[in-house]
């Protein structure tokens, strides 16, 4: 099956702008991978912030979009909060299965 | 509300055997593929297997073919996970999660010890 990377961690400052990226050993990530996008905090269950590369749930605040950037699908936040430290994973599906990346720790410093 | 809640978790001997459910409320529970996914403790989210909406096609990750099976059953709003042969390795949270703008419920713990 195949391998999608994240970078393993990163910080931002208060109101900065981060971006997250999502690729694929496969190649190019595409609107064909459906790329979601998920939020972790400790001891809660995950939850989805973009479906299908750039749509957002109705809970996704509006400092967080997604995109397709460069082969690769990507999450920026823009004026991060406090409240954004968390764990963040993509998935992208794949003929005959679907593929978590391995995680994004985002700080918020 | 758009509610899914996982039941049938525990503590399983080596070998042993488990169904989870996955009961769906608050949607059109045929109109979407499902998948389970788990979280070995500390550890990231692992995909585990996908159903497409009329139960058709199936998908699982390499290492739980042939021993887990996923199954719905429409007139019950519910998901299913068999999992037979446990292992050690398959420690972790189990969580069904609705396809589309991507639903979550809270996860049953599944816990594989001597």
């Known amino acids: 099956q195949a391998v999608v990377t994240q970078e393993p961690s990163l910080t931002v400052s208060p109101g900065g702008t981060v971006t997250l990226t999502c690729g694929s050993s496969?190649?190019?990530?595409?609107?064909?991978?459906?790329p979601y996008w998920f939020q972790q905090k400790p001891g809660q269950p995950p939850r989805t912030l973009i479906y299908?590369?750039?749509n957002k749930q109705s809970w996704t605040p509006a400092r967080f979009s997604g995109s397709l950037l460069g082969g690769k699908a990507a999450l920026t936040l823009s004026g991060a909060q406090p409240e954004d430290e968390a764990e963040y994973y993509c998935?992208?599906?794949?003929?005959?299965?679907?593929?978590f990346g391995g995680g994004t720790k985002v700080t918020v410093l | 509300e758009m509610q899914l809640v996982e039941s049938g978790g525990g503590l399983v001997q080596p070998g042993g055997s488990l169904r989870l459910s996955c009961a769906a409320s608050?949607?059109?529970?045929?109109?979407?593929?499902m998948n389970w996914v788990r979280q070995a403790p500390g550890k990231g989210l692992e995909w585990v297997a996908s159903?497409?909406?009329?139960?058709?096609?199936?998908n699982y990750m390499d290492s739980v073919r042939g021993r887990f099976t996923i199954s719905r059953d429409s007139a019950q709003n519910s998901l299913y996970l068999q999992m037979n042969s446990l292992r050690p390795e398959d420690t972790a949270v189990y969580f069904c999660?609705?396809?589309?703008?991507?639903?979550w419920g809270q996860g049953t713990l599944v816990t594989v010890s001597s």
């Open positions: 998935l992208l599906t794949y003929r005959g299965g679907r593929v």
């Open positions: 299908d590369t750039s």
């Open positions: 999660l609705r396809d589309q703008t991507g639903i």
């Open positions: 159903i497409k909406e009329d139960g058709h096609e199936k």
């Open positions: 608050g949607f059109t529970f045929s109109d979407y593929w």
């Open positions: 496969t190649g190019a990530v595409t609107s064909g991978h459906w």
